[in-house]
């Protein structure tokens, strides 16, 4: 049965719930970090309650059998990724309390001269689960070691307001998002929060009022619901102060600008917002993959391809994240073959029903035309998975500035068989004609990535990506948001009229500040299936194992999601 979701809020109670919240807000503000503990407790108590529910509800929505593989994504995405980022918020908090900081990672060099820290894996159970698999923060020009150390949980140690009053604006594709947007605001902002239900997921908010219910209870929460109306009075209310978005850029502009117009054209013109409150946001992108020419074996390749593919079908491909386009390099001899490989992988995943909205009529557009369309379909009433190739790069193709939000994946090519020359033109392309600087992969065979110069050409590219999180040879938009204690976000430094992928970072749960993108590190090939893979047979069987060992660390769900890992 397809779980309800609530009608919209009153203004009424909009107000009400405001209230609550702002009354709240200096008692939050003033809160000790082992105050913030037993409230980030109870919401990771809470979530590992209602989970299963939860997972169940999600399925439904989007169409999901509840016993195969695709159930996965809802056991992997709306559950286990929000308990993993409330759990190492417990246990920075912690460590706030008892030494006045969170944990520093080991800390490096890039070749420029930033700092770097790393950050992943977090600790001996994601060593086991990712091997071999490490993730590092890239720091800003300017920040030091010293910095490093001395700046982090900047609030609990200098807070920078009395009481503030955050309205997260929810997303609707993924069930973790706002749960994590909540917990961001909460914990490292000392923020209360009122939060605004997207109406495509309105159905998860009873699940985290069951869940969040002691957090509400203390007036730092409230939870209400409806469309664009509501969020539109909520965000003028004068008793919101700062807003966090996670959606379209055009829901961004139509609240910091107004209605598409003149007027709008002329406010950005002045630089004169219609709302002059703080806005972060986490908007989306055309997230490119990089392919590096080199001594690719068939195993690497066949394995890169479905991380590709995985990219894409991961849940149904309604991800700001997924892999949008491909750059391979021009005259590559193996592009044929991979082209193969990754339609092979895409039609390994079932088509998916087109749940979210205006999906169907954004496919439609994007294959409309084309003289190289690859389409895999399934059954009556999904949207097929769908390969657009050739695009010329040259060519101010809609591809290259318009987030397609739906399950179709392009490819171009660009450069030359030569690895440095391609990485040179590669980074260019993707910095300066794809819209959006969330996520980026690059992909390069082992002997590349060892090699004197052409590794050194690798990590240069890796520096030059304009992108909040970069993979190498991994799902790095993926790998960056479920690991949490990487800062997600569009790239720093866009400004309001131009907010692409939007401004500030969310997760962050070690509490960094001065971040100017995050790197995840991976092998050409893994021992372990990554879950998001097309042909892994056991997630569905992973998920509840997963969750069990974040939401209550279940040491006896260990064994059985090794044994699962190795059998996917």
Same mark, same amino acid.
């Given at each position: 049965m397809l779980a309800t979701a609530p009608a919209p809020t009153d203004p009424r109670r909009l107000d009400e719930a405001v209230a609550r919240v702002r009354e709240g807000a200096p008692r939050w503000a003033r809160a000790s970090p082992t105050e913030r503990v037993a409230i980030a407790r109870s919401m990771l108590a809470g979530l590992d309650r209602v %989970? #299963?529910?939860?997972?169940?509800?999600?399925?439904?929505?989007?169409?999901?059998?509840?016993?195969?593989? %695709? @159930?996965?994504?809802?056991?992997?995405?709306? %559950?286990?990724?929000?308990?993993?980022?409330?759990? +190492?918020?417990?246990?920075?908090?912690?460590?706030?309390?008892r030494t006045g900081n969170t944990p520093v990672g080991q800390l490096g060099e890039t070749a420029d001269g930033r700092v770097t820290e790393r950050v992943f894996p977090a600790n001996l159970l994601d060593a086991m689960l990712f091997l071999r698999v490490a993730a590092e923060v890239h720091y800003a020009a300017g920040v030091s070691a010293l910095d490093v150390r001395d700046r982090r949980a900047?609030?609990?140690?200098?807070?920078?307001?009395?009481?503030?009053?955050?309205?997260?604006? !929810?997303?609707?594709?993924?069930?973790?998002?706002?749960?994590?947007?909540?917990?961001?605001?909460?914990?490292?902002?000392?923020?209360?929060?009122?939060?605004?239900?997207? #109406?495509?997921?309105?159905?998860?908010?009873?699940?985290?009022?069951?869940?969040?219910?002691?957090?509400?209870?203390? !007036?730092?929460?409230?939870?209400?619901?409806? &469309?664009?109306?509501? !969020?539109?009075?909520?965000? +003028?209310?004068?008793?919101?102060d700062t807003i966090h978005l996670t959606g379209s850029n055009a829901t961004h502009d139509a609240i910091a600008w107004g209605p598409p117009g003149p007027e709008r054209a002329a406010r950005m013109a002045?630089?004169?917002?219609?709302?002059?409150?703080?806005?972060?946001?986490?908007?989306?992108?055309i997230s490119p993959v990089l392919v590096v020419p080199g001594p690719w074996d068939e195993r690497a390749l066949a394995f890169q391809a479905e991380s590709i593919a995985g990219m894409v079908t991961q849940n149904g491909s309604f991800n700001c994240l997924a892999a949008r386009i491909m750059i391979l390099p021009r005259g590559w001899r193996h592009r044929e073959r991979f082209l193969d490989l990754v339609e092979r992988f895409l039609r390994a995943t079932p088509p998916r029903r087109g749940w979210y909205p205006g999906a169907a009529d954004r496919l439609a557009a994007i294959a409309a035309g084309r003289p190289a369309v690859r389409a895999? @379909?399934?059954?009556?009433?999904?949207?097929?998975?769908?390969?657009?190739?050739?695009?010329?790069?040259?060519?101010?193709?809609?591809?290259?500035?318009?987030?397609?939000?739906?399950?179709?994946?392009?490819?171009?090519?660009? &450069?030359?068989?030569?690895?440095?020359?391609?990485?040179?033109?590669?980074?260019?392309?993707?910095?300066?004609?794809?819209?959006?600087?969330?996520?980026a992969q690059v992909l390069a065979p082992a002997r590349i990535v060892a090699d004197a110069a052409t590794g050194a050409a690798?990590?240069?590219?890796?520096?030059?990506?304009?992108y909040g999180t970069v993979g190498v040879n991994c799902f790095g938009g993926g790998y960056g948001f479920g690991f949490c204690t990487t800062p997600w976000g569009g790239f720093p430094g866009q400004p309001l009229h131009d907010v692409q992928s939007g401004r500030g970072f969310v997760h962050n749960t070690l509490m960094l500040e001065g971040v100017e993108k995050s790197v995840v590190w991976a092998p050409e090939v893994q021992l372990l299936k990554p879950v998001y893979f097309p042909t892994h047979r056991t997630v569905h069987r992973l998920g509840p194992g997963l969750v069990a060992l974040e939401g209550r660390r279940d040491w006896r769900a260990f064994p059985g999601v090794l044994s699962g890992g190795l059998r996917g």
């Amino acid at each position: 049965m397809l779980a309800t979701a609530p009608a919209p809020t009153d203004p009424r109670r909009l107000d009400e719930a405001v209230a609550r919240v702002r009354e709240g807000a200096p008692r939050w503000a003033r809160a000790s970090p082992t105050e913030r503990v037993a409230i980030a407790r109870s919401m990771l108590a809470g979530l590992d309650r209602v %989970a #299963p529910r939860l997972v169940h509800a999600g399925c439904i929505a989007k169409g999901l059998p509840l016993d195969a593989p %695709a @159930s996965g994504d809802e056991w992997i995405t709306g %559950a286990y990724i929000a308990l993993r980022g409330l759990r +190492q918020l417990v246990a920075s908090l912690t460590a706030l309390a008892r030494t006045g900081n969170t944990p520093v990672g080991q800390l490096g060099e890039t070749a420029d001269g930033r700092v770097t820290e790393r950050v992943f894996p977090a600790n001996l159970l994601d060593a086991m689960l990712f091997l071999r698999v490490a993730a590092e923060v890239h720091y800003a020009a300017g920040v030091s070691a010293l910095d490093v150390r001395d700046r982090r949980a900047r609030f609990h140690k200098a807070p920078d307001h009395s009481g503030c009053v955050c309205l997260v604006l !929810g997303a609707g594709n993924v069930n973790s998002i706002v749960t994590l947007d909540i917990a961001t605001k909460l914990f490292n902002e000392g923020k209360t929060c009122v939060v605004k239900m997207n #109406p495509v997921n309105a159905y998860v908010g009873p699940f985290l009022e069951e869940a969040f219910a002691e957090a509400i209870a203390r !007036g730092v929460l409230a939870i209400v619901y409806g &469309g664009r109306d509501e !969020g539109t009075y909520l965000a +003028q209310h004068p008793g919101v102060d700062t807003i966090h978005l996670t959606g379209s850029n055009a829901t961004h502009d139509a609240i910091a600008w107004g209605p598409p117009g003149p007027e709008r054209a002329a406010r950005m013109a002045r630089n004169e917002p219609l709302l002059a409150k703080e806005i972060t946001s986490e908007l989306g992108d055309i997230s490119p993959v990089l392919v590096v020419p080199g001594p690719w074996d068939e195993r690497a390749l066949a394995f890169q391809a479905e991380s590709i593919a995985g990219m894409v079908t991961q849940n149904g491909s309604f991800n700001c994240l997924a892999a949008r386009i491909m750059i391979l390099p021009r005259g590559w001899r193996h592009r044929e073959r991979f082209l193969d490989l990754v339609e092979r992988f895409l039609r390994a995943t079932p088509p998916r029903r087109g749940w979210y909205p205006g999906a169907a009529d954004r496919l439609a557009a994007i294959a409309a035309g084309r003289p190289a369309v690859r389409a895999v @379909s399934g059954a009556e009433g999904t949207l097929p998975w769908t390969l657009v190739t050739g695009l010329d790069p040259e060519s101010d193709d809609p591809a290259f500035t318009t987030e397609a939000f739906c399950p179709a994946l392009a490819e171009t090519s660009i &450069g030359s068989e030569d690895p440095i020359e391609f990485l040179e033109a590669a980074v260019t392309f993707a910095n300066e004609r794809l819209w959006g600087t969330l996520a980026a992969q690059v992909l390069a065979p082992a002997r590349i990535v060892a090699d004197a110069a052409t590794g050194a050409a690798l990590r240069r590219a890796v520096r030059r990506l304009e992108y909040g999180t970069v993979g190498v040879n991994c799902f790095g938009g993926g790998y960056g948001f479920g690991f949490c204690t990487t800062p997600w976000g569009g790239f720093p430094g866009q400004p309001l009229h131009d907010v692409q992928s939007g401004r500030g970072f969310v997760h962050n749960t070690l509490m960094l500040e001065g971040v100017e993108k995050s790197v995840v590190w991976a092998p050409e090939v893994q021992l372990l299936k990554p879950v998001y893979f097309p042909t892994h047979r056991t997630v569905h069987r992973l998920g509840p194992g997963l969750v069990a060992l974040e939401g209550r660390r279940d040491w006896r769900a260990f064994p059985g999601v090794l044994s699962g890992g190795l059998r996917g």
